[in-house]
């Protein structure tokens, strides 16, 4: 019974202990091979995600996402998006946790840092579809939102295509300013930036990423104009209601992938457009890839929400470098005291019996305790 805790330190010692580029690599492949399991639709359950959003005390969203592997065990992702952390707070607009529990009892057998694992999985999630959907000899990357997933977005595809130029814009000139320097750990020695607006960096993209925190109804991020035909863009940044980052000309156009339909249908870029426009999903991409390849040549997005597959997977690859190398610290987090008795487990040692405490009743009554609001 016991929950093994992996702290954002331990993630990042898991990381150093594969490299970066392997991590990455073995999210992709993994994401790849839990998106092209056959029976899939019938080993998860991935209820759409809830959440809070809220303006006070600051403008932000609370979102839990559920996902049942049936016969197996449940995962929750509990992810914040607060846009003004970075420059308000000097914190990430995304922060999260990852919890995984026994569905035999209800055991919380895991919680880990969830932050970075959420950057690494939707670089590898935009790197599956684009594998797929962008022409594979792509060697020019534009990034519209420069911020913690435009890195890995970078990372992610730098693995599968020749990338030489990446076109950057931020409406915070410091975050474009940056871009280049926050990278330098990839060691792209043969990558040149360019820092221009935004509707440059789209016309100059054989790949386009667009990853802003956008406000609701603040899109598009860019005009729809002088794109390559054959472009391929993952839209990131759509994931809430309201909130677009492409112009609905280019959606018109295109054939648009959602991650995950459910949640793309009212979150992402696919809430443009009725049903019957939308292109496969992407477990259907990945299923059938050989036949979507034809799409290379023509303008494609992929509708990247973000969901708990691909948090799962992340995870999965996580746990398992942490046994190796015996990451982590295990506490016993839950009570285990006498089933039908909850107070069994309070029992001290005659050093330190449990006490009683003050009857509530018998203070009020000798005058020693006040009843809130009494003397108001
Ligand atoms: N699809 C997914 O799986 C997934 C996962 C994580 C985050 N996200 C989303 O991706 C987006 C980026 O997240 P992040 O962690 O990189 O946040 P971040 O705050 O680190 O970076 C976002 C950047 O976008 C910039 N920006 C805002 N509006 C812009 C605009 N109109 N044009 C150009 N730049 C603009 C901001 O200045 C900021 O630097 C968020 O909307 C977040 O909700 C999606």
Redesign the pocket.
Known sequence: MRTLILSAEDVAAAVRHVGLNALMDEVIAALHAACDDQHGNETYDVPKREGFSYDNPAVGLLEWMPLLKRDVEAFIKLVG?H?N??WKRGL???LSSLLKFDTTNGHLRVVADGTLA??IR?GA?SAVASRILARPDSSTLGL???????VTQLHALSRLFPIREVYV????ER?AQSFARRVETLRLDDVRFHVCA?NEVAGAADILCT????AVG?GP?FEDGALLPSVHINA??S??PG?TELPRSLLDRALVCPDYLPQAAREGECQALPPEQLGPDLMQLVRGCGQYAANQTRTTVFD???FAL?DYVVLGVLERIAAEIGLGLEVEMESRSDPHDPYAGLAGSPAAPLRIGVDLKEAVAAGGLQRPGKNR
Request: glycine share 12%; aromatic share 6%; charged share 15%.
């Open positions: 998006y846009p952390n970075p990430p607009t995304v959420t950057a939707t999630a519209i939102g420069a911020g913690a997933q435009a814009c931020d409406i915070d975050v935004a990853a802003t925190s956008v603040g991020v990131v940044g994931d809430f909130k990247s929400t973000g691909e």
